[in-house]
Structure formats: C-alpha cells, structure tokens
C-alpha cells in the first residue's frame, strides 16, 4: 500500500524547470531511494512531500493528506533533516533534543540518541559551536526523535566521518523495522545498495529508472570484466565465437574478456576443454556505480571523495 503518492508533479523556478510531470507511488515500511545528478529535482521533491513547498501542477498525497494545506496534521507523522538547514545559533544540543521530543507523543530518549550519534559530549554546547559533522548527527538524532511514520533524509551522510556513518545507517534501519517508511536522497552508493530497498534515479526533473539496486545493476550496460594468465597460448578469434563475449584483449601474457554472466562461464568451460589452465583470475562484475554512471553519466561518490 502507498503511503507517499505522487501524480504529474511540475515545479518550476522563472524559466528553470526544476521538477517536470513526476510520478511516484513509496510504499508503507520501504526505503526509497533518490539519486541524481545536481540540480536534478531530488530536493524540491523532497520539499514538495514535506509540506514546504506547494506543487506547481499535479499532486502530493502522504498518508492520504495534502502535505502543504494539512501541515498540521502531517507534522506529528513526519521527520526531516534536509540538506541545508540550521537551528538558533545559541541553542545548545540537549535543548533541541527537548524542544524537538516535545512536538511528539511518544518520542525517543533524545540522550541516548545523543550517545548513538557521539553527541554525548556536546550535550550542553551551542549549536553554533558544533563542528559540520556534530550539526549533521544532531540534524538526523532531530528527524528520528519522534519516532515518525516517515523520515525524508536529504542527503544524510554529508560530512560524516566512516564510523559516524555507520552509525547513522543502524538507526535508520533500526527506523525501517520499526515500521517507518524513509526516502532518501544520497550520491553515496555505498549507502544506497546498503539501506534501500528500492532507487529512483532523477534526471531533468524526470525520474528515468526505477528498481531495487540489484535490478538497477543488471540493467547497467557495463559489462562484466574477466582477465586471467593461460598456462599456455590461447587463439584468442576462438573467445569472440564464445556466448555473451563482446570484447577480448591481450596484454602481453594476460588476457582481458568482457561480456555478460553468460560469457566468464562459457570462456572457463572452453579453457577448460583444451586443457587450459587459468592464473591470476580476475573476475569483475557491474556495481551499483556503473549503473548509475551509465543511466545518469553523473560520477558517483564513494567515501574517499
């Protein structure tokens, strides 16, 4: 069942189309995925379900309501941390964890999310004080205090050392089991193929593809790469002939195959009828990257970028 229902969604900026006729249905308890080049629309759409922007055609529904006239109802439902955002320069931790829990029925313990995220020392230091990464863990600890129906996490990782991000991600599937439906917008694919169930890539305002990450791979035109030593010479015009191979190279004694699934098991068995031994073999597979890359032409970022 959806919780989160989009139809024909357009915004625009003056002459700049940020969001062009967008459809998308999330459904109740799943991790949804958004990925994109800059400037795609990820963050508008993610304004537009949050009640902060009102649609320039189409629609918005969550949980059955209008996000931006029924603000007051969706609110209790609802948590963000969105990318840039701020809170009151002298408040310190412990104080927005009380003011934020206060919004809510039944919220989280705001100190023990302060010592899941590492905030524990800062309790009592003002938020203009916080280093980058200390104001994003305390932005996340904010969206997921009330125990929310649904979580909108605008690019969540950002300025998160390793750890800090792993840390991070156990709370939000922690959020996932406990029935909470999460969308969110990263450019780490780690990230992605990590939490989500499913990936809506965002191009142009459009979304172009959408599937669970391991649908997303295997629609990725980046073939698998297999390269080995023979323990003797191998005609290589007999690899062409082989199923699913598309390319073959040598590099002095290494042999360098590309094609699908289907090609590393052929090429093995035909090594294999003409006694041919493989060394060194490398076999490498089409990740989450390449399909990204190869449906966006966006690079990708990995935590050494």
């Excluded at 759409?45 to 009640?51: K, Y």
């Amino acid at each position: 069942m959806s919780i989160i229902q989009i139809r024909g969604l357009r915004m625009t900026y003056g002459t700049k189309v940020a969001v062009d006729g967008l459809d998308l249905d999330v459904a109740e308890g799943e991790i949804l995925g958004i990925l994109g080049p800059n400037g795609a629309g990820k963050t508008t759409t993610v304004e537009c379900i949050a009640g902060l922007r009102r649609p320039g055609e189409g629609s918005v529904q969550v949980a059955s309501l209008d996000p931006y006239v029924d603000r007051t109802a969706i609110t209790p439902l609802m948590g963000v941390q969105l990318q840039q955002a701020g809170l009151q320069a002298k408040l310190t931790v412990r104080e927005a964890l009380e003011l934020y829990a206060s919004f809510y029925d039944h919220p989280r313990d705001g100190l023990e999310l302060a010592e899941r995220l590492g905030l524990s020392e800062s309790i009592d230091v003002r938020y203009a004080k916080l280093s980058g990464g200390q104001q994003q863990r305390l932005a996340i600890a904010l969206a997921l205090i009330g125990r929310p129906r649904i979580a909108l996490l605008d690019e969540l990782s950002t300025g998160l050392d390793p750890r800090s991000r792993r840390d991070v991600w156990g709370l939000v599937e922690e959020a996932r089991e406990g029935g909470a439906t999460v969308i969110l917008v990263t450019h780490l694919m780690e990230e992605a193929h990590r939490l989500c169930d499913r990936l809506a890539l965002i191009d142009h305002g459009r979304i172009t593809a959408i599937d669970s990450p391991e649908g997303l791979v295997a629609r990725s035109a980046a073939p698998t790469i297999m390269a080995f030593t023979p323990s003797q010479p191998v005609d290589t015009g007999a690899l062409w002939d082989l199923t699913g191979v598309t390319d073959v190279r040598q590099h002095g004694e290494r042999i360098e195959l590309a094609g699908d699934d289907d090609s590393v098991t052929a090429a093995l068995g035909w090594l294999a009828r003409h006694d041919v031994r493989v060394g060194r073999l490398r076999v490498t597979e089409s990740t989450l990257d390449d399909a990204y890359l190869d449906l966006t032409g966006d690079p990708v970022l990995t935590e050494e970028n």
